[in-house]
């Protein structure tokens, strides 16, 4: 026993520190059996010595095969070559006592097996030292699980953005992902692409271009790549897309492929496209008014309308007739794209638009038997639409427009022959009030000029002019003034004698003895009046002008006739301007002052239905005027709320542009009592109110717009352009006064101004 | 390039819709408009009392023409730019070399018509002893936009 005292105190105790070692230690013999195991190892294994010791290890744990060889394997290698062996993380389930409730408990372990040397060099014991890692293990599975719900939610989203192709690709731009949107929109399913080129949607015309590696290195170099072009779909139609190309980096941030997002777009492009197309038409008018203008007679322009209606609107044949009121029958005026050797009627359509004095119109001819249309469809139109000409209640004619390239019209196209149809009225119109106006004012001119004509003498050797009264009212000077040569030469208007001077000398120098010319004096007042001299010229030896007697004329007022007229022939020119500059205001501003792209297009829209109602007002009127009931209905009418908008006031005429304004103001007014006022209810209603005031001497307009059983009015935090248009705009077309009141139970504007000239004032 | 000094612009024009956008317009550009006058009486009474660097005027105002406004405003070196649906043929000889900007026309249309008629200007009134046009496009050297 001393022996062991002394030993104790000597020697370390190393079976007890064996078992105070917290990491679970087995000791095996080389056969594998147990020789002993410390207490860690008992307790996180559940077991009891007395259960494991003698016992083979794969007696001991027995069960899951995997981790029975791969141990057995590691154990065997250490026997043989004598050196540790760590082993990878393995599961080993552990039984649980019946006491803490039985089954198996999910462990995870790290062994390393280290083998013990005997004396005779050779393996004596394997030291299985095993690492209880479950924890850590779980850990990573629940990151890894929280990592792949992440993935799944990602791939969620790019699966169900079906407007989007969402696609990835390889380094060579070979796809390797490919969402159902990118099945949509390009057609190719996920398995028929996936391995094959991204290069296969771009269009041959960008492949031989080098438009897939540019995209590629732009994306590298700018960390995105965007495009908006053409692409192909499976079965090599085409589509509008925008798209962007980035590059797709690993963990590492490198490089390893492209992720593509592409939207099709084609829908806007086609909006944009038909706003091309109606520009397009806005063009055909103008350009059409202009050619009208510029033509003896309306028919004379038809060659150049019908190529234009042609090329943009597969209009076939044009056919105009004029209408013999006496004969009561329409003869064909001329015709476009209706081979020669045919002779044209008017047909029974044309017959019904003539009695009807509506449009009429027929499509799909080509498949229809009807016996009225056969003139038509022998000239092989498969639709036609006959549209009269009315001018102040007069049938003046018709005009006709013809397809062979489509079954039919679309409603645009004929709303835009029905424009034409008035434009082209309109020009025959004022052709035929300005023929009936010029022959009577000829016959005016010769009375005035008479009265004011003067015969004068002068004597260009010594310089003289002889005077007489009638020379005197000429020129703006008493009757009975005794004017020097100097005193006549100073009204001249600068630089008009040089004027006159050079005139006489080309004459003289021609052989001509007679000379006319045109030029302007300035009276004492100021005032700058045109003279005609017509006179007899003498020259001396040397061809200079000597001599002159002439009569001189007054024609100031036929210089301002001709600047009225220069102006009238291009009236209706400037009226067409003057409205495509309006709607483009109109456009400008409807867009500029929209909260989104769809209101502003609703608002232009809107906006040019009420200017176009006010327009077809005027243009049955012929220009001339309109009543303010009239323009008053439209506002009424326009939302359907006609029966709860009441108007009442007398008959007042306004001229074309107060007309416009006042349609304009009345449209934003009505249109913002349906969106927030009184028509947004049900029983909501708006009386508008005008009469005509006695005030001071003068007539005054006094109107009013009032909404009631609407919801509460709150006044707006930002005046509108509908504000602006109504309190700045209208108030200055009627140089008046326009308030809107935004009182609680329903908006008030009230409008007091002159009351509106009944017609334009000539021009001066 | 052009230095963007506002300019005070008088307008004599006498479709609303086109009032509005033009203000918007010539806003854009950096500019005052200064008058507005929808009839020829209107236009020749701010002609003759307002002070303007420049004049946008339709032709065709309410009925009468507006070349005695473009007159009067040429006599005070006031430059005018015509607008109108009119084409340049019905312009008198005399107003030929002043702008004329078919309508309809965009901002960037007006914007060149403007410094056309600005330089054209400063070379016209470089070779007369009175320079109206000094008043028209005024430098303001003591002008500090910075206090």
């Given at each position: 026993?001393?022996?062991?005292?002394?030993?104790?105190?000597?020697?370390?105790?190393?079976?007890?520190?064996?078992?105070?070692?917290?990491?679970?230690?087995?000791?095996?013999?080389?056969?594998?059996?147990?020789?002993?195991?410390?207490?860690?190892?008992?307790?996180?294994?559940?077991?009891?010595?007395?259960?494991?010791?003698?016992?083979?290890?794969?007696?001991?744990?027995?069960g899951?095969?995997?981790?029975?060889?791969?141990?057995?394997?590691?154990?065997?290698?250490?026997?043989?070559?004598?050196?540790?062996?760590?082993?990878?993380?393995?599961?080993?389930?552990?039984p649980?006592?019946?006491?803490?409730?039985g089954?198996?408990?999910?462990?995870?372990?790290?062994?390393?097996?280290?083998?013990m040397?005997?004396?005779?060099?050779?393996?004596a014991?394997?030291?299985?030292?095993?690492?209880?890692?479950?924890?850590s293990?779980?850990?990573?599975?629940?990151?890894?699980?929280?990592?792949?719900?992440?993935?799944?939610?990602?791939?969620?989203?790019?699966?169900?953005?079906?407007?989007?192709?969402?696609?990835?690709?390889?380094?060579?731009?070979?796809?390797?992902?490919?969402?159902?949107?990118?099945?949509?929109?390009?057609?190719?399913?996920?398995?028929?692409?996936?391995?094959?080129?991204?290069?296969?949607?771009?269009?041959?015309?960008?492949?031989?271009?080098?438009?897939?590696?540019e995209?590629?290195?732009?994306?590298?170099?700018?960390?995105?790549?965007?495009?908006?072009?053409?692409?192909?779909?499976?079965?090599?139609?085409?589509?509008?897309?925008?798209?962007?190309l980035?590059?797709?980096?690993?963990?590492?941030?490198?490089?390893?492929?492209?992720?593509?997002?592409?939207?099709?777009?084609?829908?806007?492009?086609?909006?944009?496209e038909?706003?091309?197309?109606?520009?397009?038409?806005?063009?055909?008018?103008?350009?059409?008014?202009?050619?009208?203008?510029?033509?003896?007679?309306?028919?004379?322009?038809?060659?150049?309308?019908?190529?234009?209606?042609?090329?943009?609107?597969?209009?076939?044949?044009?056919?105009?007739?004029?209408?013999?009121?006496?004969a009561?029958?329409?003869?064909?005026?001329?015709?476009?794209?209706?081979?020669?050797?045919?002779?044209?009627?008017?047909?029974?359509?044309?017959?019904?638009?003539?009695?009807?004095?509506?449009?009429?119109?027929?499509?799909?001819?080509?498949n229809s038997?009807?016996?009225?249309?056969?003139?038509?469809?022998?000239?092989?139109?498969?639709?036609?639409?006959?549209?009269?000409?009315?001018a102040?209640?007069?049938?003046?004619?018709?005009?006709?427009?013809?397809?062979?390239?489509?079954?039919g019209?679309?409603?645009?196209?004929?709303?835009?022959?029905?424009?034409?149809?008035?434009?082209?009225?309109?020009?025959?119109?004022?052709?035929?009030?300005?023929?009936a106006?010029?022959?009577?004012?000829?016959?005016?001119?010769?009375?005035?000029?008479?009265?004011?004509m003067?015969?004068?003498?002068?004597?260009?050797?010594?310089d003289?002019?002889?005077?007489?009264?009638?020379?005197?009212?000429?020129?703006?000077?008493?009757?009975?003034?005794?004017p020097?040569?100097?005193?006549?030469?100073?009204?001249?208007y600068?630089?008009?004698?040089?004027?006159?001077?050079?005139?006489?000398?080309?004459?003289?120098?021609?052989?001509?003895s007679?000379?006319?010319?045109?030029?302007?004096?300035?009276?004492?007042?100021?005032?700058?009046?045109?003279?005609?001299l017509?006179?007899e010229?003498?020259?001396?030896?040397?061809?200079?002008p000597?001599?002159?007697?002439?009569?001189?004329?007054?024609?100031?007022?036929?210089?301002?006739?001709?600047?009225?007229?220069?102006?009238?022939?291009?009236?209706?020119?400037?009226?067409?301007?003057?409205?495509?500059?309006?709607?483009?205001?109109?456009?400008?501003?409807?867009f500029?002052?929209?909260?989104?792209?769809?209101?502003?297009?609703?608002?232009?829209?809107?906006?040019?239905t009420?200017?176009?109602?006010?327009?077809?007002?005027?243009?049955?009127?012929?220009?001339?005027?309109?009543?303010?009931?009239?323009?008053?209905?439209i506002?009424?009418?326009?939302?359907?709320?006609?029966?709860?908008?009441?108007?009442?006031?007398?008959?007042?005429?306004?001229?074309?542009?107060t007309?416009?304004?006042?349609?304009?103001?009345?449209?934003?007014?009505a249109?913002?009592?349906?969106?927030?006022?009184?028509?947004?209810?049900?029983?909501g209603?708006?009386?508008?109110?005008?009469?005509i005031?006695?005030?001071?001497?003068?007539?005054?307009?006094?109107?009013?717009?009032?909404?009631?059983?609407?919801?509460?009015?709150?006044?707006?935090?930002?005046?509108?352009?509908?504000?602006?248009?109504?309190?700045?705009?209208?108030?200055?077309?009627?140089?008046?006064?326009?308030?809107?009141?935004?009182?609680?139970?329903?908006?008030?504007?009230?409008?007091?101004?002159?009351?509106?000239?009944?017609?334009?004032?000539?021009?001066? | 390039?052009?230095?963007?000094?506002?300019?005070?612009?008088?307008v004599?024009?006498?479709?609303?819709?086109?009032?509005?956008?033009?203000?918007?317009?010539?806003?854009?550009?950096?500019?005052?408009?200064?008058?507005?006058?929808?009839?020829?009486?209107?236009?020749?009474?701010?002609?003759?009392?307002?002070?303007?660097?420049?004049?946008?005027?339709?032709?065709?105002?309410?009925?009468?023409?507006?070349?005695?406004?473009?007159?009067?405003?040429?006599?005070?070196?006031?430059?005018?730019?015509?607008?109108?649906?009119y084409?340049a043929?019905?312009?008198?000889?005399?107003?030929?070399?002043?702008?004329?900007?078919?309508?309809?026309?965009?901002?960037a249309?007006?914007?060149?018509?403007?410094?056309?008629?600005?330089?054209?200007?400063?070379?016209?009134?470089?070779?007369?002893?009175?320079?109206?046009?000094?008043?028209?496009?005024?430098?303001?050297?003591?002008?500090?936009?910075?206090h």
């Open positions: 026993m001393r022996d062991s005292k002394a030993n104790n105190k000597g020697k370390v105790d190393f079976h007890g520190i064996f078992d105070a070692l917290p990491t679970p230690f087995l000791v095996l013999s080389p056969d594998c059996r147990i020789v002993t195991a410390n207490q860690a190892f008992l307790d996180t294994t559940m077991r009891r010595g007395e259960e494991l010791i003698g016992r083979s290890i794969f007696d001991a744990f027995p899951q095969a995997e981790g029975e060889s791969a141990l057995r394997a590691s154990l065997n290698k250490v026997v043989e070559t004598g050196e540790a062996d760590f082993m990878p993380v393995t599961r080993y389930d552990i649980r006592p019946a006491e803490v409730g089954g198996f408990e999910e462990r995870h372990w790290r062994p390393i097996n280290t083998p040397p005997g004396r005779d060099g050779r393996v014991f394997i030291i299985h030292r095993v690492e209880d890692v479950t924890d293990v779980m850990e990573r599975r629940a990151d890894r699980a929280a990592l792949r719900v992440s993935e799944e939610i990602s791939r969620l989203i790019i699966e169900s953005a079906t407007e989007y192709a969402i696609f990835s690709m390889d380094l060579n731009g070979v796809v390797n992902t490919w969402n159902s949107g990118a099945q949509n929109l390009l057609g190719y399913e996920d398995f028929e692409i996936i391995g094959r080129s991204g290069i296969l949607i771009f269009t041959p015309e960008d492949r031989a271009r080098g438009a897939p590696e995209e590629m290195r732009n994306a590298l170099q700018q960390g995105r790549a965007d495009d908006e072009r053409w692409h192909m779909r499976r079965d090599g139609s085409r589509f509008w897309a925008t798209g962007m980035m590059p797709l980096r690993n963990d590492e941030g490198e490089v390893e492929g492209y992720f593509k997002i592409l939207r099709d777009r084609t829908g806007q492009r086609q909006v944009e038909a706003e091309a197309h109606r520009t397009r038409r806005l063009e055909i008018l103008t350009t059409v008014a202009a050619d009208l203008l510029g033509t003896r007679s309306p028919e004379e322009a038809m060659p150049g309308l019908f190529r234009a209606m042609n090329q943009d609107l597969a209009v076939d044949a044009m056919l105009s007739f004029n209408c013999d009121e006496e009561g029958v329409m003869r064909l005026a001329t015709s476009a794209g209706i081979p020669g050797d045919v002779v044209v009627e008017a047909d029974d359509l044309c017959g019904k638009a003539f009695a009807t004095r509506k449009m009429a119109y027929a499509s799909g001819l080509g038997q009807d016996p009225s249309l056969a003139f038509a469809r022998s000239i092989g139109l498969d639709a036609y639409a006959c549209y009269p000409m009315i102040n209640g007069r049938l003046l004619g018709a005009l006709s427009f013809g397809t062979r390239s489509r079954a019209f679309s409603d645009e196209d004929l709303a835009f022959f029905g424009t034409l149809t008035q434009y082209v009225t309109v020009v025959r119109e004022r052709r035929r009030v300005e023929q106006l010029r022959t009577s004012e000829s016959r005016l001119r010769l009375a005035i000029d008479a009265g004011r003067a015969v004068w003498e002068s004597e260009l050797a010594t003289t002019i002889s005077s007489s009264p009638e020379l005197n009212r000429l020129l703006g000077l008493p009757e009975d003034a005794r020097s040569t100097e005193e006549i030469r100073k009204r001249y600068p630089g008009d004698r040089d004027k006159l001077l050079e005139t006489a000398k080309a004459a003289l120098e021609s052989g001509e007679y000379a006319e010319a045109e030029f302007r004096v300035v009276w004492p007042d100021g005032s700058v009046h045109w003279l005609l017509r006179a010229l003498e020259g001396d030896e040397a061809g200079r000597a001599r002159a007697v002439g009569v001189a004329l007054d024609i100031t007022e036929r210089k301002k006739e001709e600047e009225r007229r220069r102006l009238l022939t291009h009236e209706l020119n400037h009226r067409v301007k003057n409205t495509l500059a309006a709607m483009q205001a109109l456009a400008s501003q409807s500029r002052n929209a909260r989104s792209l769809d209101e502003a297009r609703e608002s232009f829209l809107e906006r040019l009420a200017m176009a109602g006010a327009h077809d007002i005027l243009t049955r009127e012929s220009w001339e005027g309109a009543e303010l009931r009239d323009i008053a209905a506002a009424a009418h326009r939302f359907g709320a006609g029966a709860r908008v009441r108007l009442s006031g007398p008959r007042l005429r306004l001229v074309p542009r007309a416009i304004a006042l349609a304009m103001a009345l449209h934003e007014l249109t913002n009592a349906v969106k927030y006022g009184a028509l947004r209810t049900e029983h209603e708006v009386a508008l109110t005008w009469s005031a006695q005030r001071g001497g003068e007539q005054r307009l006094l109107m009013r717009w009032e909404e009631q059983g609407g919801p509460p009015v709150v006044a707006p935090a930002r005046r509108g352009f509908g504000s602006r248009l109504i309190e700045s705009g209208l108030s200055r077309e009627l140089g008046g006064e326009v308030r809107i009141l935004f009182a609680p139970e329903g908006i008030v504007c009230l409008v007091d101004a002159p009351v509106p000239a009944a017609e334009e004032q000539p021009v001066q | 390039m052009m230095s963007v000094s506002p300019l005070r612009v008088l004599v024009e006498d479709e609303m819709m086109v009032i509005l956008d033009l203000e918007d317009m010539l806003e854009e550009l950096g500019h005052v408009v200064a008058g507005v006058a929808t009839r020829i009486d209107q236009a020749l009474d701010l002609a003759r009392s307002g002070s303007f660097d420049l004049a946008v005027l339709d032709i065709n105002v309410a009925g009468e023409v507006s070349f005695p406004v473009a007159i009067l405003l040429q006599q005070r070196g006031v430059p005018v730019i015509f607008a109108s649906g084409d043929q019905v312009l008198p000889e005399e107003f030929r070399r002043h702008g004329l900007l078919q309508k309809p026309f965009r901002t249309a007006l914007q060149r018509s403007i410094q056309e008629q600005g330089a054209g200007d400063r070379n016209r009134t470089e070779s007369v002893a009175v320079s109206p046009a000094r008043a028209a496009f005024p430098r303001v050297p003591g002008d500090d936009h910075e």
